[in-house]
């Protein structure tokens, strides 16, 4: 086996070992015998011997958590600057010239300096002022991805970028109410890098992709080359930046426009977060011969991607309120074509980014879709037509109550003081009924609105009384007695229901969709010994990716007296599904995992094809990977990104049919 073969195997041996030691410490589930473990363990020791290479989360050395009391600042070996800037095609063919170059990600994260010295860490550094940043090195050795040590003499210096995926940020989002939520995940990456307690950054999956060689590998074959020294250290165990090669020269010409659209693409399979792409002159001489300015580098180039956007007149703005009563503003404008859809609607997200556009009714608001996806204001001209300037209201609009602007991490937002506010159960109302918590069918929110009005709906546990207001609800307009029946019907049958699903339906914050189902796993599906881990003061923060904010969270929402009252009586209205004791491990499934993609023909939802792949053993996965053993689409001839990357890895290609068969 070959060094380039070694690495790979020991970044397989690591997944699969930290995989069966968390399934067995969390869950009590062994997915492979102690033979098993062992002979891996060994495997893997006996590899990082052999490469000298000690690569990150190798159960082999495990680093502890650090708390520092403040980060200390260094001075850079090397100067850090940014890039100029450039928006179109024809000025990047214009910065190449008759040099190669190579085309790479413009990562959107932290910019992070690392140093090794005879195979060992010594230094990690953010960019800061360019001359000196913060030595976050406590957090470094803890990022998802950085080699401890790796088998290189001398002194090797790599600059790259820390990042959040887009998964990750999306599985962390998801714990988060409303007004904790980051904007996107460089914000979280940023902040999370720069923790003074590494046990939280541990948890966020940082990831560092090196773009740039600094200092060292001048002993290999092209030492001139930025793109050989990159894939050297790509042998040595890091995660390079995806790059491609670009000459102006006719006889080896590339389309810029097709590169440019394949590193969207890419981006998007491997859910790496980027605003644009970096142009590098290839020869490192040459780099150094350009010099730079004040601010940048010559030898580099920044491409920025452009959402296109769209003007229209601003109409008004409106307050709603979402389960944790923050009252959200919205801005309502003209309607606008945006990649083929009718936009009328952006949300402002809170207090300081309305107050930082100045908006006013009648003004022109420029409208693009972020990702998109999201409609978003990105700025505003005003025309002298303008009419009235927008004001925070300071009464609740849903129950008149006075408002309080409140302030945290430097983030203005608006919420109401009443705490028996109708607008925030309905909040409340409509999460506990959404499809991934309770799932009543028929229930809309101008239905619920009106069972509130009435004063039908008081808390989560009158819904299930609501059938002593059958009679009157035949009457209400909109609502007959086939749909009435029908609804209750629906209510009634939400009765049997998963735990998880129903400690996510409560709005406990902090506790999204994931972290209900770690605790699920943990009380094995069981209320009764979820009720005994409140009643003998379970440390929550004990679970996979939880922390001590989600522990005081949950035992402060129970502290509560209305809501262990209403607690203690939905839990007697429910009728729990508690999962097999076993797993099945006499089916094919066992241990495999799968990723899912497209549109689905047989199963009802993608909720219930997770539910049966892990109810016979095996685990769905995000993205395709090496280790990903099926990808499942009804379009297995699709050009998608997921389809291509399986075919590339000789990973089986199935459909719906496939995976029923193979369970059968």
């Not at 939880?546 to 402060?556: A, D, P, R, Y």
Request: aromatic share 8%; hydrophobic share 35%; glycine share 6%.
């Amino acid at each position: 086996m070959d060094k380039n073969n070694k690495i790979y195997r020991m970044k397989e041996l690591i997944i699969r070992l930290n995989d069966a030691s968390i399934a067995y410490y969390n869950t009590g589930d062994t997915v492979m015998s102690d033979r098993e473990f062992d002979k891996l363990y060994d495997e893997l020791k006996q590899l990082e011997e052999e490469t000298n290479t000690i690569l990150a989360n190798s159960p082999t050395h495990k680093v502890g958590a650090e708390v520092i009391s403040k980060l200390e600042t260094v001075k850079h070996n090397h100067p850090m600057l940014s890039l100029d800037k450039c928006h179109t095609e024809e000025e990047l063919i214009k910065f190449a010239g008759n040099r190669d170059c190579l085309l790479m990600f413009k990562m959107d994260g932290l910019t992070v300096s690392l140093e090794y010295d005879n195979g060992e860490l010594i230094s990690a550094e953010t960019r800061g002022n360019g001359e000196e940043g913060s030595n976050i090195i406590h957090n470094a050795l803890v990022f998802k991805n950085i080699p401890m040590k790796i088998n290189n003499n001398g002194n090797l210096i790599i600059d790259g970028e820390a990042i959040i995926t887009y998964d990750d940020f999306d599985r962390i989002n998801e714990s988060l109410p409303d007004d904790k939520k980051y904007k996107n995940p460089r914000n979280l990456a940023s902040g999370s890098v720069t923790l003074l307690d590494s046990s939280i950054t541990a948890k966020r999956n940082i990831k560092f992709i090196a773009w740039r060689v600094i200092k060292g590998l001048d002993n290999i074959g092209q030492s001139n080359s930025n793109y050989a020294k990159l894939k050297e250290i790509e042998k040595l165990g890091f995660d390079i930046v995806p790059m491609w090669t670009y000459s102006n020269n006719p006889n080896n010409r590339r389309s810029l426009n097709e590169m440019l659209s394949n590193l969207r693409l890419k981006a998007e399979e491997l859910s790496y977060p980027i605003d644009g792409a970096v142009m590098l002159t290839d020869s490192i001489s040459e780099c150094a011969a350009m010099g730079r300015t004040d601010k940048f580098f010559r030898h580099s180039i920044a491409y920025k991607f452009e959402d296109e956007k769209y003007s229209t007149k601003l109409l008004d703005i409106e307050w709603t309120m979402g389960k944790t009563g923050i009252l959200t503003p919205t801005a309502v404008f003209e309607p606008v074509l945006i990649d083929g859809t009718n936009v009328t609607r952006a949300s402002l997200h809170n207090v300081s980014i309305l107050e930082s556009l100045g908006l006013r009714k009648g003004c022109t608001v420029n409208v693009y879709k972020a990702n998109m996806i999201i409609p978003q204001i990105s700025s505003v001209e005003f025309n002298g037509n303008e009419t009235d300037s927008i004001r925070v209201p300071d009464t609740c609009p849903i129950c008149g109550s006075k408002t309080e602007i409140r302030k945290d991490n430097n983030t203005k937002f608006l919420i109401c003081s009443n705490t028996h506010c109708n607008g925030k159960l309905l909040g409340r109302l409509k999460h506990f009924t959404s499809k991934n918590a309770m799932n009543i069918e028929g229930l809309s929110d101008a239905t619920l609105g009106k069972f509130v009005s009435l004063g039908w709906l008081t808390n989560l546990s009158d819904l299930y009384k609501l059938s002593e207001h059958k009679i009157e609800m035949y009457g209400l307009e909109g609502l007959g007695k086939k749909s009435v029946d029908k609804l209750l019907a629906a209510i009634d049958k939400s009765k049997h229901i998963k735990f998880d699903n129903f400690l996510y339906s409560l709005s406990i914050p902090l506790i999204g969709k994931s972290a209900s189902k770690t605790i699920s796993k943990y009380c094995n599906g069981s209320a009764d010994n979820f009720i005994k881990m409140i009643k003998n003061n379970f440390n929550f923060a004990e679970l996979e990716d939880f922390g001590v904010t989600m522990h005081e969270s949950i035992t402060k929402w129970f502290d509560n007296y209305d809501n262990s009252l209403m607690f203690a009586e939905l839990i007697n209205i429910m009728e729990f599904i508690v999962p097999n004791a076993e797993v099945k491990t006499n089916t094919i499934l066992n241990g495999k995992s799968f990723c899912i993609t497209g549109k689905l023909l047989k199963y009802s939802n993608r909720n219930a094809l997770v539910e049966d792949i892990e109810s016979h053993g095996g685990k769905v996965v995000s993205g395709v990977t090496k280790v990903t053993d099926y990808l499942i689409t009804n379009d297995t001839t699709s050009g998608s990104s997921k389809n291509v990357k399986a075919e590339k890895l000789n990973i089986p290609i199935i459909n719906e049919d496939d995976l029923i068969k193979m369970i059968k």
